[in-house]
């Protein structure tokens, strides 16, 4: 399997416009993760879905935020509109369970909002 | 508090020295406990998870220790090469919040020659 893929790598964006980030999890896995990484907070889960079903949003900061999972290989997350706050490293992971075994990440989306 | 304290906060070593790094934990009642470690650039890569049952696990030159009565972990790394250059992250699976996964802030390992 190719593991977690994420798209894009980078993206840098000015301040107001709308961004995307995608990924595709580990084929078979029920549990799908986005994280978000900074210097200061470290990682962060921002949501996780369950067989496609948004379980847990509470991590997201603010309504600006949103996910999908339209389908079990493919999930994007939205920033609309971004702010210069939201520069991070944004991380996609997933796991057969949650918790209890092993969680794989994807390579992660470098967002610069300028 | 973070409920997963790890330190040092950053180290060097030079090649070929052993190292060990410390995760201490609140999270209670849990059910395992990760170290990831993190080169630049890319995502978190999992190098041993432990229950609480279990004391200690290897995976090549890198050993886990878990002692659940002192909620403290060690990460021990043996004969240091440059590629160790990278974060390693301690993680504690809680029971409680239905396995939610809490992370340590890393610790920053700089191997040199």
């Known amino acids: 399997d190719a593991g977690v893929i994420q798209s894009p790598r980078h993206e840098v964006t000015e301040m107001g416009q709308e961004v995307t980030l995608r990924c595709k999890p580990i084929?078979?896995?029920?549990?799908l993760f986005w994280y978000r990484q900074t210097m200061m907070r470290g990682l962060e889960l921002l949501i996780y879905?369950?067989?496609?079903?948004?379980?847990?949003d509470s991590g997201m900061p603010e309504d600006r935020f949103s996910a999908k999972m339209p389908n079990a290989s493919f999930s994007t997350l939205k920033i609309q509109p971004s702010e210069p706050r939201d520069s991070a490293v944004y991380f996609c992971a997933s796991s057969r369970d949650r918790g209890a075994g092993e969680l794989f990440f994807g390579e992660g989306s470098r967002l610069t909002v300028l | 508090k973070n409920q997963v304290e790890q330190s040092p906060q950053s180290l060097i070593i030079l090649e070929g020295k052993n190292c060990t790094l410390q995760?201490?934990?609140?999270?209670?009642?849990?059910?395992?406990l990760r170290w990831y470690k993190q080169d630049t650039g890319r995502g978190p890569v999992s190098l041993t998870i432990m229950t609480f049952s279990e004391n200690t696990k290897s995976n090549g030159r890198y050993t886990a220790t878990l002692d659940a009565d002192t909620k403290q972990s060690s990460l021990h790394i043996t004969a240091s090469q440059l590629s160790d250059s990278a974060s390693y992250i301690c993680v504690v699976s809680a029971t409680e919040y239905g396995n939610k996964l809490v992370f340590g802030a890393g610790t920053i390992l700089r191997v040199k020659s």
């Open positions: 995760c201490n934990y609140t999270v209670s009642p849990f059910s395992n």
């Open positions: 879905f369950n067989n496609n079903v948004p379980i847990d």
């Open positions: 084929s078979g896995h029920d549990y």
